[in-house]
């Protein structure tokens, strides 16, 4: 695919490559996949998105790429359920001085 393409692709496109050499054609892939793959685990590519009749069908990681997103997954989960938890506390917070009118003090 040439440079020229990669500019009007869809901003979900561009989220998935980088370069226009990240494409793989699905007939390319089934009759070379072997050096698509063995790229992959060299770590000369990390990653590929498969087209099917000028549309993405799958992405093909390499094995850091995709444990580097499920940890980049599971901090984020981590910080929202945080952000979630202090929303929850600063809401049901009360002065110092309530607190004492509540115990009586």
Same mark, same amino acid.
């Given at each position: 695919?040439?440079?020229?393409?990669?500019?009007?692709?869809?901003?979900?496109?561009?989220?998935?490559?980088?370069?226009?050499? @990240?494409f =793989?054609?699905?007939?390319?892939?089934?009759r070379?996949?072997?050096?698509?793959?063995?790229?992959?685990?060299?770590?000369?590519?990390?990653?590929?998105?498969?087209?099917?009749?000028?549309?993405?069908?799958?992405?093909?990681?390499? =094995? $850091?790429?995709?444990?580097?997103?499920?940890?980049?997954?599971?901090?984020?989960?981590?910080?929202?359920?945080?952000?979630?938890?202090?929303? @929850?506390?600063?809401?049901d917070?009360?002065? $110092?001085?309530?607190? @004492? @009118?509540?115990?009586?003090?």
């Amino acid at each position: 695919m040439h440079e020229s393409v990669y500019f009007f692709l869809e901003d979900s496109m561009a989220a998935l490559v980088e370069r226009s050499d @990240q494409f =793989i054609n699905l007939t390319a892939l089934t009759r070379r996949g072997s050096g698509h793959f063995e790229n992959l685990a060299e770590g000369k590519k990390d990653r590929f998105v498969v087209m099917n009749r000028g549309e993405p069908i799958a992405v093909v990681l390499n =094995i $850091s790429s995709f444990e580097m997103m499920l940890d980049e997954m599971e901090q984020l989960r981590i910080e929202v359920m945080a952000l979630h938890r202090i929303g @929850q506390s600063a809401n049901d917070a009360i002065s $110092s001085k309530e607190l @004492q @009118q509540r115990l009586g003090v």
